[in-house]
């Protein structure tokens, strides 16, 4: 059971470039997430997606784009990348957004950016 | 804003002790609460949850307790082992139904 799977894990990149973060869950969950974690703070919400076909802004979705692919597959994409988007970023699944259940996470994609 | 927070950015504990981690919210139409573990190179793992209509909850080797009057959560482990070192966060869902995380709280178990 893997859960959620992200790719890569890691990558460096240099300012300008563009990258697609790849996502993908085997829970037949409906939600999707992409937060980002920087040190000493939380997670921060990026963008989500409720269910297949819909797609929201989060708490800090400047310089980032998604695809929910299909149910199981949610891309984040950096068009041009900053160094500001030097981070970790975790992919997280649950069944919905508006119940009351724990979203589960995948183990991070660590971007650095030159 | 209203945010999620933690009083203690690190304990350290013997092993075999009894931990308590402890977190303050500020959002009282925040209906569920999460605890998370993380340990180093990981992503965040569901260790326990708990509903605004319960004030305790029990897992294996784990106890939330929430206490509304106060806006207090607290994780408490049971006799504590070195595979318990990771960082701890809490974790709301606030009024738009997403999560709001604390900062985390690093949990250091000396042998």
């Known amino acids: 059971n893997a859960g959620v799977t992200q790719t890569p894990k890691f990558q460096v990149l240099k300012t300008g470039q563009s990258m697609t973060l790849q996502c993908a869950q085997d829970?037949?969950?409906?939600?999707m997430y992409w937060y980002r974690q920087d040190p000493g703070m939380g997670l921060r919400l990026i963008y989500y997606s409720a269910s297949e076909g819909t797609t929201d802004k989060g708490e800090v979705p400047n310089g980032y784009n998604v695809s929910r692919l299909n149910k199981r597959e949610f891309s984040l994409r950096l068009e041009s990348a900053a160094p500001s988007q030097t981070s970790v970023y975790f992919c997280a699944s649950s069944e919905q957004t508006r119940s009351n259940q724990p979203q589960h996470f995948g183990d991070g994609t660590r971007l650095s950016i030159l | 804003g209203e945010s999620v927070g933690l009083h203690l950015p690190t304990l350290s504990v013997q092993e075999g002790d009894n931990s308590i981690i402890n977190c303050a919210y500020s959002n009282s139409a925040s209906d569920y609460f999460i605890w998370y573990k993380q340990e180093s190179g990981k992503g965040p793992q569901f260790i326990i949850d708990?509903?605004?209509?319960?004030d305790k909850r029990q897992g294996q080797r784990v106890t939330v307790l929430l206490n509304k009057t106060v806006k207090h959560l607290s994780l408490q482990i049971a006799a504590t082992q070195p595979g318990d070192s990771a960082v701890y966060f809490c974790?709301?869902?606030?009024?738009?139904?997403?999560?709001?995380f604390g900062g985390g709280t690093r949990l250091m178990v000396k042998p």
């Open positions: 974790a709301e869902n606030n009024a738009g139904n997403m999560l709001t």
């Open positions: 829970m037949n969950h409906n939600s």
């Open positions: 708990i509903r605004s209509n319960m």
